[in-house]
């Protein structure tokens, strides 16, 4: 089964923050990640919230893919909006009990985060909006990472405005 993009992005973020050394920097920087993710939300949409909610807040998704049901019962659904050009992932022990624990956001996008950023916000932009929690070091791959896992990636263009955003907690062991 093909990962999705924002599992991607989990995976190698925590891969890529796995490597970092402990020092009181990267320390205030998750601190200040934390606090900042901890209100945030993306087109009014927050972690956590049950699909009727999704619904009220986005209108209908386009598209439903078949759920799948884990090993341990768990399962994952996702959910697509043409109009918002944006994929959701939804986690739970059941069916009755799923949640947002994931979304992807692309071009043409005009959904934002609870601090303006979308599709097209600049590189400056981002460090206005986000700089206490990124770790400064510059990334190979043109991600902006904000947080560890559960916390939000930007992945900006070489024209350094924002191309995709993605969000999303680790839904494994």
Known sequence: ?????????????????????????????????????????????????????????????????????????????????????????????????????GLEIVRPSRLTTSKGIGIGSTLRDLDAAYGAGHDPRPEDNGMYVVGEEGGLAFDVGFDKTVDAIYWGRDTGP
Do not use: Y
Not at 20 to 30: C, E, I, M, N, W
Not at 33 to 62: D, F, N, W, Y
Not at 65 to 91: P, Q, Y
């Open 1 to 101: 089964m093909r990962m999705p993009r924002w599992a991607r992005w989990v995976v190698g973020a925590a891969l890529l923050l796995a490597g970092l050394p402990a020092s009181a920097g990267s320390a205030q920087r998750r601190s200040a990640a934390k606090a900042l993710l901890a209100g945030e939300a993306i087109g009014g949409v927050r972690m956590g919230m049950t699909p009727l909610r999704v619904i009220a807040q986005l209108g209908k998704p386009s598209r439903v893919w078949k759920r799948n049901v884990e090993h341990d019962g768990s399962v994952t659904i996702r959910w697509w909006w043409e109009g918002h050009a944006a994929e959701m992932l939804f986690c739970g022990a059941s069916v009755k009990t799923v949640s947002v624990c």
